[in-house]
């Protein structure tokens, strides 16, 4: 037979409190067993394991919408799908708090150098070759293309491959990761670069003064143990090409 508890018994059963059963029962997540006579609120000992379980996925930052997903699911494997990717959330937001917090430790902003979490995306890479910073007719020239075939740039880039007066490099355009690039598209190659966490560095002097900002970072990289997962890349935004960041990815997200 069934116990059952008021809802003051309840919340001294599972230490939940009254307010919280309350809210819940307003998002559907927990609704009393049944009213009593005179309309109080009645749980059963079978809802403290559920219960339970709603108070730790809030304590985990799940969403309320997810929770009650969860909780009317039938399908235990899509049930080990939901929690899987939980498991992934809140590690992801683990290493992103370990990062912020090296990286606040190590007082890095006074050394203008920041943190960025890059999003996966596709990059359009072409060869090509110019003086330092004159690459923005070879940018202006290659975004013209893409546009034509109605592919929306998000992120310019330039890797740096050989030279000091004259440039060889790699002009690369960033995409949307789902963007459909089926097409035939005239370029030397297509990455798919991961989500990344990069160490960056605005860059304001110069351009003939950039291999110092190459250095500035690297040298960083190396003091505070940060081990890049690639090369320095140049990060160019605006409509002429002259807001640059340095980038130098360190940890690839999952």
């Excluded at 498991?87 to 006074?110: A, M, N, V």
């Excluded at 890797?159 to 440039?167: C, F, K, R």
């Excluded at 790699?170 to 035939?184: A, K, R, S």
Aim: hydrophobic share 35%; glycine share 4%; proline share 3%.
């Amino acid at each position: 037979m069934k116990k059952y508890m008021t809802i003051q018994e309840f919340s001294e059963r599972t230490g939940i409190a009254k307010s919280t059963l309350r809210f819940y029962e307003t998002k559907n997540l927990l609704l009393p067993e049944e009213r009593s006579l005179n309309g109080y609120r009645v749980y059963a000992d079978s809802q403290i394991a559920t219960v339970k379980l709603i108070s730790t996925l809030r304590l985990a930052d799940v969403p309320i919408n997810e929770i009650q997903h969860y909780l009317q699911e039938q399908n235990e494997a899509v049930r080990q799908e939901m929690m899987q990717k939980w498991i992934q959330h809140i590690k992801r937001k683990r290493d992103l708090l370990d990062i912020s917090l090296r990286y606040l430790e190590s007082d890095s902003i006074r050394e203008d150098i920041y943190l960025i979490d890059k999003n996966d995306e596709k990059i359009i890479w072409y060869t090509a070759k110019s003086m330092t910073g004159k690459f923005g007719e070879s940018f202006a020239q290659r975004a013209n293309e893409l546009k034509q075939l109605n592919i929306r740039i998000k992120s310019y880039y330039l890797n740096y491959l050989s030279g000091q007066d004259e440039i060889k490099a790699q002009i690369g355009f960033g995409v949307p990761v789902d963007t459909n690039l089926n097409m035939h598209i005239d370029c030397d190659f297509i990455e798919h670069m991961p989500a990344c966490i990069c160490l960056a560095l605005p860059f304001k002097e110069h351009m003939s003064t950039i291999k110092d900002g190459y250095i500035k970072l690297l040298q960083y990289a190396l003091q505070h143990k940060w081990v890049p997962t690639r090369s320095i890349l140049e990060w160019y935004r605006g409509d002429d090409y002259t807001q640059l960041d340095l980038l130098l990815p360190v940890i690839q997200m999952e």
